[in-house]
Nanobody, 115 residues
Framework: VQLQASGGGLVQPGGSLRLSCAAS????????MAWYRQAPGKQRKLVAM???????NVRDSVKGRFTISRDNAKNTVYLQMNSLKPEDTAVYFC??????????WGQGTLVTVSS
């Protein structure tokens, strides 16, 4: 199973970006899909997660600005990020927990919020 993330880039404060992460390979089904981020010199932290049943957990600092969603038919998870702030600057990693196999991390995509 492989993950392909995309959608990062440079954006001005207040702008928006949409991250995508598609899982490919031998996948029966996926339980949890999530996005983490790691700022320079800091630990990787959970941003948002979504279960196969649609249950969502979003960290407080991005509530109301970020939305996580998934397309089960495409094995893809999305992170819509609005009203971006400089403190959102980080490398964003997708995380996928397929049923019956070990969880997988994506390669990371850089999001830079700067004027």
């Amino acid at each position: 199973v492989q993950l392909q993330a995309s959608g990062g880039g440079l954006v001005q404060p207040g702008g928006s970006l949409r991250l995508s992460c598609a899982a490919s390979g031998s996948i029966f089904s996926i339980n949890v899909m999530a996005w983490y981020r790691q700022a320079p010199g800091k630990q990787r932290k959970l941003v948002a997660m979504i279960t196969s049943g649609g249950g969502v957990n979003v960290r407080d600092s991005v509530k109301g600005r970020f939305t996580i969603s998934r397309d089960n038919a495409k094995n893809t998870v999305y992170l819509q990020m609005n009203s971006l702030k400089p403190e959102d600057t980080a490398v964003y990693f997708c995380y996928v927990a397929p049923v019956g196999t070990s969880p997988i991390w994506g390669q990371g995509t850089l999001v830079t919020v700067s004027s």
